[in-house]
């Protein structure tokens, strides 16, 4: 810029100071600066995550107790291997008392809901017409037998004529041959008297079996025949009477062994809440092939019912006792857990810190459950409290919350155990 020029800017601003040349930009930062604070961040990183790990649990820092538990020892014992189903009871016979013949009905001998005995008389038909064909047939029984009598004197005579040939041979022939002939009628008569006394039996109608009657069908004065559908009353069996459930295929080698050993298997049936035990019985007999879209057997238990306890058509929760394990680890089912390690329950060591530890499990009983693998008699686990828990924690031993604790660890009483789907 000339002088002429500075000269023109001053006199335009008065007073103005000139602006002083403009500086030059800085050049940016190195890249070492970065990679430095990085490096920071990550040795900071370190160190906090160090002193974490290093730290001391929570309840030695602040001081607090340690949780508090209930354990039981593992213990030796008998467990029974149940199968629990649904079952419907089936009476063992169910007749429906028909007429065997045609009449009118004179007398009902029987109140609706009696329980009667094998041949009780339940109904009396009119059998005034069958004595009359029963008189009929004895009628003609004794003028064929007279006949056939008769017949069979003049076979004699032509039999000794026919010696010294005094009578032609057919004449014999024929005569012996009538002497058949009334012989059959003879036996026909009878037949027709045994079927009078036949239908005369009938008239009188008796209990098949032994069983409780249901409501009446037929009132006195009906006439009744052998093709009425309803019948006069049904009579049903309830001593012994039987249970019919299903059980899963699986379980059918088990059953199957038990049987062909000889052995008898208790049956248990329980209301339809499960909680009280109407009868026992023993399993009679299974079906012959699975239900291919079930997967299901049949299975057939006998109760004697002395008492009606079981009702045809009820609903009933089933227990099959299948076998007994003896002298094998048991556990309450409160220890077991189930979570990132599988099964497993909390071990108490010697030093009151808890471990987490598999096991492989049996069948339950109760509010037991066996132990395949895992545990040892006299070990001690946690039955209360393992929600709180985690492997390797200090732990104080309480007694169980309302629950003695020897009966926590016995054996547990044989109610019934909750009902499970087949």
Request: with cysteine; charged share 20%.
């Amino acid at each position: 810029m000339d002088d002429r020029t500075k000269t023109d800017l001053n006199e335009a601003w008065p007073g103005q100071r000139t602006r002083p040349a403009q500086v030059p930009p800085r050049p940016p930062p190195r890249r070492g600066r970065w990679v430095l604070g990085i490096l920071i961040l990550l040795l900071l990183g370190l160190g906090v995550a160090w002193w974490v790990h290093t730290r001391p649990a929570p309840d030695a820092r602040r001081g607090r107790p340690q949780p508090p538990v209930a354990t039981a020892p593992v213990q030796s014992g008998d467990v029974d291997i149940k199968i629990n189903a649904l079952g419907t009871v089936t009476s063992l016979a169910t007749v429906t008392i028909r007429s065997q013949i045609s009449g009118y009905l004179i007398r009902v001998a029987f109140k609706e809901g009696d329980v009667v005995k094998k041949g009780d008389l339940l109904a009396e038909i009119d059998s005034r017409p069958y004595q009359l064909a029963l008189s009929q047939a004895e009628g003609a029984l004794k003028r064929d037998q007279a006949l056939l009598q008769a017949a069979q004197l003049d076979l004699e005579r032509y039999q000794n004529l026919a010696k010294t040939n005094a009578i032609p041979r057919q004449q014999l022939d024929t005569q012996a041959a009538l002497v058949q002939q009334d012989q059959g009628l003879v036996i026909s008569d009878q037949a027709q008297i045994d079927t009078a006394k036949l239908n005369i039996a009938y008239c009188h109608i008796v209990a098949p079996v032994n069983g409780r009657l249901g409501l009446r069908q037929v009132d006195q004065g009906n006439y009744v025949t052998p093709g009425d559908a309803s019948g006069l009353v049904v009579l049903t069996q309830l001593s012994p009477i039987s249970v019919v459930f299903t059980t899963a295929e699986d379980n059918l080698p088990a059953i199957l062994k038990r049987m062909k050993d000889g052995a008898v298997l208790p049956v248990a049936a329980y209301d339809r809440s499960g909680t009280t035990k109407l009868a026992t019985g023993t399993l009679l007999t299974l079906d012959n092939q699975i239900d291919t879209t079930t997967g299901t057997l049949k299975l057939r238990a006998q109760f004697e019912n002395t008492d009606d306890s079981l009702f045809p058509n009820q609903f009933v929760n089933v227990e099959l006792l299948v076998d007994t394990l003896h002298n094998t680890p048991v556990v309450p089912s409160s220890a077991v857990q189930r979570g990132a390690p599988g099964t497993f329950v909390y071990l108490v060591k010697p030093d009151s810190t808890v471990s987490v530890r598999p096991v492989d499990l049996g069948p339950v009983d109760g509010d037991r459950v066996a132990v395949k693998k895992g545990l040892n008699v006299g070990d001690q686990v946690v039955i209360d409290g393992a929600d709180k828990l985690r492997d390797g924690i200090t732990i104080t031993v309480r007694e169980p919350t309302g629950t003695n604790p020897s009966a926590a660890s016995g054996p547990a009483p044989r109610n019934r155990p909750p009902r499970r789907n087949p």
